[in-house]
T-cell receptor, first 111, second 116 residues
Framework: EDQVTQSPEALRLQEGESSSLNCSYTVSGLRGLFWYRQDPGKGPEFLFT???AGEEKEKERLKATLTKKESFLHITAPKPEDSATYLC????????????FGTGTRLTIIP | GAVVSQHPSRVICKSGTSVKIECRSL??????MFWYRQFPKQSLMLMAT?????????EQGVEKDKFLINHASLTLSTLTVTSAHPEDSSFYIC????????????FGPGTRLTVT
């Protein structure tokens, strides 16, 4: 069974204080690993897809990296508007395109 | 691009009644859409995969007779919660994949269902 574990559960940072969020996964053949941002009461917003170990993608203050066992979402010099829950999900090679989600990291950036 | 809408955004219904939630892909066609449920401070749990022109595929433990899914066109899927009960109160979110060469799912804004 595919599993995704995210840590920490919650993270409070001062504005400008860089950090990383972790996503550990087990999957029977990884097709893709996805990062989403979710604001309270809204649907997830797509951020990145990573397909193979060693791959990196960047968007503004966010950078996602992937190894064979985990992914990191690095946030550099965050701003209060980066406060949200960040969700990680995996998609297996076999079967349909279903996503298995982790429980997320609730990030709060303090001005 | 890749915009998904849901309607309604919030709905309150009485126990025992049915409620329909619509999910539309606004700028692309989606042969496959997904329905998720999210309880407070929990992650998204896949309920079913909706395929245009065929029966939906339900995840283990999801009652197909209670959560009716219809994917009548390439831009519309509906979820009907039949005989709703308070324990069905949740945040329902749909998603769709915009292209054949992409596996990225784009999500709707969600529907908050409250059953009284």
């Amino acid at each position: 069974e595919d599993q995704v574990t995210q840590s920490p559960e919650a993270l409070r940072l001062q504005e400008g204080e860089s950090s990383s969020l972790n996503c550990s996964y087990t999957v029977s053949g990884l097709r893709g690993l996805f990062w989403y941002r979710q604001d309270p009461g809204k649907g997830p917003e797509f951020l990145f897809t990573l397909y193979s170990a060693g791959e990196e993608k960047e968007k503004e203050r966010l950078k996602a990296t992937l190894t064979k066992k985990e992914s990191f979402l690095h946030i550099t010099a965050p701003k209060p508007e980066d406060s949200a829950t960040y969700l990680c999900a995996v998609q297996a090679n076999f079967g349909n395109e279903k996503l298995t989600f982790g429980t997320g990291t609730r990030l709060t950036i303090i001005p | 691009g890749a915009v998904v809408s849901q309607h309604p955004s919030r709905v309150i219904c009485k126990s025992g009644t049915s409620v329909k939630i619509e999910c539309r892909s606004l700028d692309f066609q989606a042969t496959t859409m997904f329905w998720y449920r999210q309880f407070p401070k929990q992650s998204l749990m896949l309920m079913a995969t909706s395929n245009e022109g065929s029966k939906a595929t339900y995840e283990q433990g999801v009652e197909k007779d209670k959560f009716l899914i219809n994917h009548a066109s390439l831009t519309l899927s509906t979820l009907t919660v039949t005989s709703a009960h308070p324990e069905d109160s949740s945040f329902y979110i749909c998603s769709a994949i915009p292209g054949q060469a992409s596996y990225e799912q784009y999500f709707g804004p969600g529907t908050r269902l409250t059953v009284t």
